[in-house]
């Protein structure tokens, strides 16, 4: 396996259980983790952990709810996640269908959504900076929406501080 970086880190060992595209439904997740047997507090009986695939907001009534939840996953060791489309679109301010929650939450919107508050703002955006692209170990690989071997071999050598300056220099 070749060297990691802040952008290509190691996955868990172990039995784990993957999930994608929450965006922004907390009931949804909730009601996953309880079929999966996860406690509230993300651990399992069975030792296994969670893995997400990104998109873990937009479209859904409460993604500040799912980050938070996700964001205390990691933080307890249950959970691992990776960097979608959607999380990068935040973190650029890049306002899109579905996300003024975040880029502009002083916005009216036709979609219901629950807003972003401006310090809360500032803690879950060092938690989405904090986050890979890419989690991989001898048998497995987690990335958001492809494997290309290229572009992977080019994020772990990359010098970049963060997601956002990478997303900028290429």
Same mark, same amino acid.
């Given at each position: 396996?070749?060297?990691?970086n802040?952008?290509v ?5 172990g039995?784990?259980d ?9 009931s949804?997740?909730?009601?996953l983790l309880?079929q999966?047997g996860?406690?509230?507090d ?6 296994? #952990? ?6 873990l +907001?937009d479209?859904?009534?409460d993604s500040?709810?799912? @980050?938070?939840?996700? /964001? =205390? ?7 691992q ?5 959607h999380e ?26 629950? #807003? ?6 500032? +803690?879950l955006?060092?938690?989405?900076l904090?986050?890979? @692209?890419?989690l991989? /170990? =001898? ?9 290309h071997?290229?572009?992977v071999?080019?994020i ?6 963060n997601?956002?300056?990478l997303y900028?220099h290429y």
């Open positions: 396996m070749s060297e990691f802040h952008f880190a190691p996955l868990f060992d039995p784990l993957i999930v994608g595209d929450v965006h922004g439904e907390i949804a997740l909730d009601n309880e999966l996860y406690a509230a993300g651990s399992h009986k069975d030792g296994r #952990r969670l893995i997400f695939l990104g998109d +907001v479209r859904g009534p500040p709810a799912v @980050l938070r939840k996700v /964001r =205390d996953l990691v933080a307890n060791g249950s959970a996640c990776i960097l979608g489309n990068l679109n935040l973190l650029i301010g890049d306002e899109k269908h579905g996300n003024s929650w975040w880029t502009a939450p002083e916005k009216p919107t036709r979609h219901p959504a629950v #807003r972003i508050e401006p310090d809360e703002k500032i +803690v955006t060092e938690f989405l904090g986050l890979p @692209l890419v991989e /170990r =001898d048998d497995l690989r987690a990335v958001h929406a492809c494997w071997p290229e572009s071999a080019t772990r050598s990359a010098s970049a501080k997601v956002v300056d900028h």
